[in-house]
């Protein structure tokens, strides 16, 4: 089983930054995608950014030239980077992995999530 651990929310002030940090754990694995979903109160959970093993990132319109993933393959960590942040940007933010087992095969999971606050 892979299993992902996300850190380093909390509170912060509307035009500040803050870093998200995700790693797996498991055996005998090889993550092809991780991403960054966010969910409000209310709202649907939806894609905030991911990024390949090779290192092509997709962004949310909402987020771009803001935020920033980025991936160490060798360490199985994505961080996301949270700069000018906005009290819209106010949710649950959750880390997704996909990738393949030895002998299991394909995996698809997430981590348990990360309150980010923005106060205005």
């Known amino acids: 089983q892979v299993q992902l651990v996300e850190s380093g929310g909390g509170l912060v002030q509307a035009g500040g930054s803050l870093r998200l940090s995700c790693v797996a754990s498991g055996h005998s694995f090889r993550i092809n995608t991780m991403g960054w979903y966010r969910q409000a109160p209310g709202k649907q959970r939806e894609l905030v950014a991911d990024i390949t093993r090779d290192s092509r990132t997709n962004y949310a319109f909402s987020v771009k030239g803001r935020f920033t993933i980025s991936r160490d393959n060798a360490k199985n960590t994505v961080w996301l980077q949270m700069n000018a942040v906005k009290p819209e940007d106010t949710a649950v933010y959750y880390c997704?992995?996909?990738?393949?087992?030895?002998?299991?095969?394909?995996?698809?999971?997430w981590g348990q999530g990360a309150q980010v606050t923005v106060s205005s």
């Open positions: 997704h992995a996909d990738g393949t087992r030895a002998i299991v095969g394909p995996f698809n999971t």
